[in-house]
């Protein structure tokens, strides 16, 4: 056997002995660890030369792909946490790389402003992505909607929806703001908002996250409407949806579909006890906080 040979089954035997190991490791780790790290913007910049586009919508598509084999295995409980901060900081340095991709700001929408609870940094994201594409009326609508629904600044959201009435030459968002940005209205303007995010996602396991979100609210809807009848009716607030349920009102208890139970506060607004999120069998890391490295 020639030296050659000889080398060449040696390595091929080193590598089957390195790489077989490796990839069951890599097949029984938790997806969070799977999501992988992902050096600073600079470092990236630097690496990616004339290519930042490519590597940009590379990292957009990785956490697409880590959330959406979540979604797959949801059932009302995630196994494990998601790794929000992992996810948050590769959407912002894939936007970095290249502003112009609506995949990062659609997506670190859906999942910042809703699982996550930081608009704040939803909406920096939205003003960085406004400064480049400058056509586009889906970022302020969404602004719009962030700064009405989860901030209550309404004179905020009239300046985006303002925005997106010119971008789109539709008056929709100008109605928006005088039809929508009613305390009483929240509900109503969350479903319009979720039908048109779901409508314009191409991303199954976004859509489905959407989907779910909207079968929510349509109960929560449900259960208002059931409320302010026998308000009106009685002339107080029921003491509970089993009030609603025994008084005709509701014909059964609504379910919510992340799992929990819905529930009325004391001041009549409309809660559940999954706060509108998918439980989390390990508690370990649910309170990891996002911070967006940009």
């Known amino acids: 056997m020639s030296r050659a040979a000889f080398s060449f089954i040696l390595s091929a035997v080193s590598y089957l002995v390195l790489i077989v190991p490796f990839s069951q490791y890599l097949a029984s780790r938790p997806l969070v660890e799977k999501l992988g790290y992902v050096p600073t913007t600079t470092v990236v910049k630097a690496a990616s030369a004339d290519q930042k586009e490519l590597v940009g919508a590379l990292l957009v598509m990785k956490v697409l792909m880590y959330f959406g084999g979540l979604v797959d295995k949801e059932q009302n409980e995630l196994p494990i946490p998601p790794d929000y901060p992992a996810m948050s900081r590769m959407i912002h340095g894939a ?6 991709n609506m ?5 670190g929408q859906a999942i910042l402003v809703w699982d996550v609870g930081k608009v704040e940094l939803a909406n920096e994201l939205l003003d960085y992505g406004m400064r480049y594409r400058t056509w586009d009326w889906y970022l302020p609508y969404f602004a719009g909607f962030n700064h009405a629904f989860f901030l209550k600044d309404y004179a905020g959201a009239a300046r ?3 925005q997106a009435g010119k971008l789109s030459g539709s008056d929709l968002f100008k109605n928006l703001a005088g039809r929508y940005l009613q305390e009483s209205g929240k509900t109503d303007m969350a479903l319009a908002y979720l039908y048109a995010m779901e409508k314009g996602e191409k991303n199954p396991a976004v859509k489905k ?5 909207i079968i929510a609210f ?3 809807r449900h259960i208002e409407i059931a409320r302010d009848r026998y308000r009106q009716k009685v002339g107080r607030l029921p003491a509970s949806l089993e009030v609603l349920i025994k008084e005709g009102y509701l014909r059964s208890l609504p379910v919510d579909p992340y799992g929990g139970h819905f529930y009325l506060e004391p001041d ?6 999954s706060k509108f999120a998918f439980a989390s069998t390990n508690k370990a890391d649910e309170k990891n906080k996002v911070q967006g490295e940009r």
């Open 95 to 100: 936007v970095q790389l290249d502003p112009y």
């Open 103 to 107: 995949d990062a700001y659609y997506f």
């Open 160 to 162: 985006y929806y303002e």
């Open 209 to 213: 996250s959407f989907r779910t979100r």
């Open 218 to 220: 349509q109960e929560v």
């Open 268 to 273: 009549g607004r409309v809660a559940t006890t």
